[in-house]
């Protein structure tokens, strides 16, 4: 369970630090783009920016629950098994957007 919850913190910061790279990048390179993003349209008045910070841990605890459950059910090297589990983790994080 430790070694878990360890992996698990490793990767939220990972991720996070991965995002907000990414975060910066789009903004640095899309800047009208993300002048219209950050608009009061898209985000409430209220302070919700916590979520930013906390969704990179909770989906790494997530995604590890969820390899751990499923990796014996995919087939396959490593890195073969690791691109399925991404791609179902893909098309059930998008079911809800559509």
């Given at each position: 369970m430790k070694k878990a919850l360890i992996a698990s913190l490793i990767a939220g910061v990972?991720?996070?630090i991965l995002s907000l790279r990414l975060s910066y990048l789009a903004i640095n390179t899309m800047?009208?783009?993300?002048?219209?993003y950050f608009s009061p349209v898209f985000r409430s008045s209220g302070n919700i920016d916590w979520m930013f910070y906390v969704h990179p841990f909770i989906l790494s605890i997530a995604l590890k629950w969820f390899w751990e459950r499923y990796k014996d059910e995919f087939k396959?090297?490593?890195l073969l098994r690791a691109i399925e589990v991404a791609?179902?983790?893909?098309?059930?994080?998008?079911?809800?957007v559509l």
């Open positions: 990972v991720l996070l800047p009208k783009l993300m002048e219209e396959g090297p490593l791609l179902v983790y893909g098309i059930v994080a998008m079911v809800p």
